[in-house]
């Protein structure tokens, strides 16, 4: 029997290599919620990984396509793996926080830059000028607002930070 206190949608919002997929599937699989990755959902419609869309149409192209799948792809019943500059859309965010709560996995930036020196090429939808780091600055504030919950992407395994979600969200 469903926890009645489970929210029907859980976001996952974060910086690239906060653990929002491998998270959110562990997630899914802990309260019985479909699971959606909003990356995946871009590149089956685009026919292109997020790389191939920036290097061929920038970074701002990307965006716009994140905001249309964003605000097309079904929410109900799910756990939803955003990428990370979703925040960068009012219409994305309220659509979420609409939808159940948001939930920030917070991850200090030497961690993140080092998951994401081991998978590059990730498409991270951010100008040719800004590395790494300013991107994390820029964002990191917009995560903290529109974050109904933050919680801890270093505090252990990906199935620790999923337990941690859960006792969150069913707690509210």
């Known amino acids: 029997m469903t926890d009645p206190r489970l929210p029907s949608t859980i976001s996952l919002i974060g910086m690239p290599g906060a653990g929002k997929s491998t998270v959110g599937v562990i997630l899914a699989k802990l309260t019985g919620l479909a699971f959606s990755d909003t ?6 419609r685009e ?5 191939e869309i920036v290097d061929a149409r920038g970074h701002m192209a990307l965006r716009q396509i994140e905001e249309e799948v964003l605000l097309a792809v079904d929410l109900e019943k799910a756990v939803v793996s955003t990428g990370g500059s979703v925040v960068y859309s009012d219409a994305i965010m309220q659509r979420l926080r609409e939808a ?10 030497p961690v ?9 090429r990730r498409g991270i939808a951010s100008g040719a000028a800004q590395t790494f780091a300013d991107v994390f600055a820029e964002r990191t504030p917009l995560y903290e607002r529109y ?19 859960l006792a969150a969200v069913t707690a509210r």
């Open 47 to 51: 026919d292109a990984t997020l790389q």
């Open 100 to 109: 159940g709560p948001v939930v920030y996995i917070q991850v200090d930036l």
């Open 147 to 165: 974050a109904d919950l933050t919680v801890d992407g270093c505090a252990g395994s990906a199935d620790t930070v999923a337990a941690l979600i």
């Open 39 to 44: 990356d995946l959902a871009i590149q089956l």
């Open 112 to 120: 993140l830059e080092a998951r994401v020196a081991a998978a590059p």
